[in-house]
T-cell receptor, first 109, second 111 residues
């Protein structure tokens, strides 16, 4: 089982749609969790950290379920500019961040 | 300064060339990383430096040689590369186990 698993997509959604990405991780000792966004031919950039209580940043909501070892990202009212690859990233403590393979999102006009 | 700066942005080199990639950060981060990323794949860890010392080498071929001259600089020396080494090379830094800040990368083509 891979350490961090994501649905690769692509997710093709119309503008204004709500889209959800899921991610599972295998190491129960994982300590912190992130979603990074990567545009085509650019570097990954931190979108948001993910906390057990759930957290929201504008149209983006992240959730963590430690019992199920599951992380999610919800994007509401999708914009064309949201088109990117979304990387689920996990920190297991003493090792570097572990990246999922990424989920591609295309928002269509 | 909240950036990681990488140079050059693009590099084309022959298989017999020697070149170096450079990375610089002035955020006081004590950990610095080299990643390799192929198209449509996630970043793949190559090396980790912690407090200027190499702490992780992910079994990277010796034709890639990292160097950390000081706490702000990280180099990747390249020699006798193969065409399959063509990729985006990303540098990142972090403070402890916190979030990583990535540079914009060097797009390397080996011909």
């Amino acid at each position: 089982r891979k350490e961090v698993e994501q649905d690769p997509g692509p997710f093709n959604v119309p503008e204004g749609a709500t889209v959800a990405f899921n991610c599972t991780y295998s190491n129960s000792a994982s300590q912190s969790f992130f979603w990074y966004r990567q545009d085509c031919r650019k570097e990954p950039k931190l979108l948001m950290s993910v906390y057990s209580s759930g957290n929201e940043d504008g149209r983006f909501t992240a959730q963590l379920n430690r019992a199920s070892q599951y992380i999610s990202l919800l994007i509401r009212d999708s914009k064309l500019s949201d088109s990117a690859t979304y990387l689920c990233v996990v920190n297991t403590g003493n090792t570097p961040l572990v990246f999922g393979k990424g989920t591609r999102l295309s928002v269509i006009a | 300064d909240t950036e990681v700066t990488q140079t050059p942005k693009h590099l084309v080199m022959g298989m017999t060339n020697k070149k170096s990639l450079k990375c610089e950060q002035h955020m006081g981060h004590r950990a610095m990383y080299w990643y390799k990323q192929k198209a449509k794949k996630p970043p793949e860890l190559m090396f980790v430096y912690s407090y200027e010392k190499l702490s992780i080498n992910e079994s990277v071929p010796s034709r890639f040689s990292p160097e950390c001259p000081n706490s702000s600089l990280l180099n990747l020396h390249l020699h006798a590369l193969q065409p399959e080494d063509s990729a985006l090379y990303l540098c990142a830094s972090s403070e402890g186990q916190g979030t990583y800040t990535f540079g914009s990368g060097t797009r390397l083509t080996v011909v």
